[in-house]
């Protein structure tokens, strides 16, 4: 029988079993603690960790303030908008109301002009929309504006404040003098001998 140690050898050479020995492996020292090395290492691993934190506390109060502080500084930039907003909307209201005046007070005196029995109605029942005012150019557009008017709504003319002019010259023609019975029509109508005068 052949087992491993004894296997047959080639040649007659003979060999030689060598028996493997491991050495005993050494086991680490184990090192050991005694209680009181023990609490000292928890007590200082405690003491670090409260260093860590320590300003905790500290750093948290700031923390608030620094939100108090951002909270005001934001509110005082709101406000501050708030008050920015509010003056450009009086502003703009201030502005407004002095271009509705400027071109009230311009329709009013050209047309009063041009003969509008009703000043105040003609602004009223004026297209303002190419009526503009600027501070630069005053008022512009009203002459169209009430021509147009004067167009679609001739009952607005008097036929009485319409200057009399000379067709050749295109001037105002002098008033025409009075007979003692006009100028006592004149007077009963409440008129004056220039406006009796054009309404002949």
Known sequence: MVTENTEPVEDG?????AEVVEAPAESPAEKTFSQEEVNRMMGQARRDARSQFSDYSELKTRSEKLGELEQ??????QRLEARVADAEKQA?????QVSQAMIASEV???ATQMGVVDPD???????????TYN?????AGVEDALTQLLEDKP???SGNRTPNLNPETGQATPPMRL???QREAARLMGLTDEEYSQGL
Do not use: H, I, M, W
Not at 92 to 96: E, L, P, R
């Open 92 to 96: 703009s209201d201030a502005q407004q």
């Open 121 to 131: 109605a003609a602004f009223v029942l004026l297209d303002k929309k190419n009526v």
């Open 179 to 181: 007979t003692a019975d």
């Open 155 to 157: 009952y607005l003319r």
């Open 72 to 77: 005001a500084q934001l509110s005082e930039a």
């Open 135 to 139: 501070t630069t150019d005053g008022v």
């Open 108 to 110: 009013k005196v050209r």
């Open 13 to 17: 050479a003979q060999t030689q079993q």
